[in-house]
């Protein structure tokens, strides 16, 4: 879920990256660096200038890999003039204030024809922020506020509180390992604490290690197996299982530093109300100080009754600039770059490829064209001809390989292989129809009785010289056909005999394994689909 908003009659974006739901942005803002705030942004994001800050700005390039000259930093506390429009005509103030909430969180405050905009992103209220230069002297007419925790039922204590808490806990398992869950980025200040409170190392991941040391934090935090008592992981990989293999090893809790309702799984797991959001009280008590025109909720659309009575309600029609709206208007020259890519790979032609393989979900739209393509480059094909085609598995002696097709459980290979028969070896192959005879449309006798299964009683080496195995005894219980057998071939015993001492000289030393008699599967007559013989075209040759 994105947590981010197009600013109305603005060209104005802030953490909101799907471009093309909002073609008249030009100008685009990231407050922090979490995960729902970046949904949509990539490696790939070109020629649309992000601006955010120093820290916010480091770790854009280094997690996201997005190219340094579309990242513009802008230090916290200061006020920086953007154009919005080709000319230079019209312009805004853009003002970056500490959020209080992760290592890079900032507020933005706009000023521009559109009027005052603070835009908080994900924040933490303390007093200090009312009395920051920028927010004293300024009239907020647009106040997108975050609402996470805007619900007057849920008691979010202060971080200090918090903090004290999970102490606490701690202090009350003196044999016991800790594993904190926690996102990404975030509550690092806890972590150093927790550090120098129990004078132990932190032990975490080898990614996180790396946003470390962008942060330039104290040296508390270790990537080594086991040196610390404390241990951080993401939260997913926290569960009941995880839980119980570390309990079998070492003592082992878990604390989530969390406001938001979990279920506890396990008895050894904590849930202590450590919060990086605003809680009902600091909201009231921000935006009552602020008094805002007008309140836009970041998260979804509540916002309480309560909150409302601090808003003044004074609006103002905003008259958008002729130059800003030519600026909004206006297509980026990679629009039409990508769209002009797409074109090309659409329309491109068919490459010659030899044998065509047919993905069973999305056959080919021009199969002929292609086949075509692929048999006319070879100047030593006969002439063919491309209203003809036949399917000649036995032709094809040359191996191909395995081409596993997708969504096939057994993983089997499916293949089609498609290829041009010439005129002379089709009149070659060519039968006339008044050659036919009624066998060749006669149906297929099939053994419909599945459940025989042969099985020879082995003979011996010694038992044969003695002339004590003169005929194989087969092991089969319903034994009436081959009864019949014996009795029609009465008449040649001398000769059938002879037969039988071959047989047994040459299969006296074979032993043949139960797999050799196993009952192959037998098709009945509802298996088959019997179809009409149809003649060849006689083609006209010059």
Known sequence: MSNGKIIANTPLAVDFWHVRRCPESRLFFLSHMHSDHTVGLTSTWADRPIYCSPITASLLNSKLQVKEKFIHPLEVGESYLLPLDDIGKETMTVTLIDANHCPGAVMFLFEGYFGTILYTGDFRYSPSMLRELFLATSDIDVLYLDNTNCDPNRIIPSRMQATQQIKEVIRSHPDHNVVLGLYGL????????????????????????????????????????????????????????????????????????????????????????????????ELVDFVSGLKPSSLVPIVGNGIPGSLSTFVSGKRHDVLVPESVQHYMRRLPENMHKSSASLQRQHVRPCVPKGVVFDSPGSPSKKPRECLAQDFSSSEEEEETDTDSFDYNLAESSQKLPSSKSRGNPLGTSRRNFTRIITKKRLIAQRVPFNQFSQSNFSRMKILKKTGVCLKPRRCTTASVSNGACARPVWDDKDDDDSNASVASS?????????????????????????????PCFLLQDSDMLMLPLCPIRKLNLP
């Open 186 to 281: 975030g509550k690092e200040s806890l972590l150093v604490e927790l550090a120098m409170e129990f004078q132990t190392w932190i032990e975490v991941s080898f990614d996180r290690m790396e946003t470390l040391r962008l942060l330039s934090l104290p040296d508390v935090f270790t990537t080594e197996p086991g040196a610390g008592r404390i241990r951080v992981l993401e939260q997913r990989e926290i569960s009941f299982a995880s839980m119980c293999q570390w309990n079998r090893e070492q003592p082992t809790l878990a604390i989530y530093p969390t406001s938001r309702p979990l279920i506890l799984f396990h008895p050894k797991l904590h849930v202590v109300p450590y919060s990086d959001h605003s809680s009902y009280q």
């Open 490 to 518: 009465s008449s040649s015993q001398g000769s059938q005999a002879y037969i039988e001492q071959l047989e047994n000289e040459i299969l006296k030393d074979v032993v043949f394994p139960p797999q050799d008699f196993e």
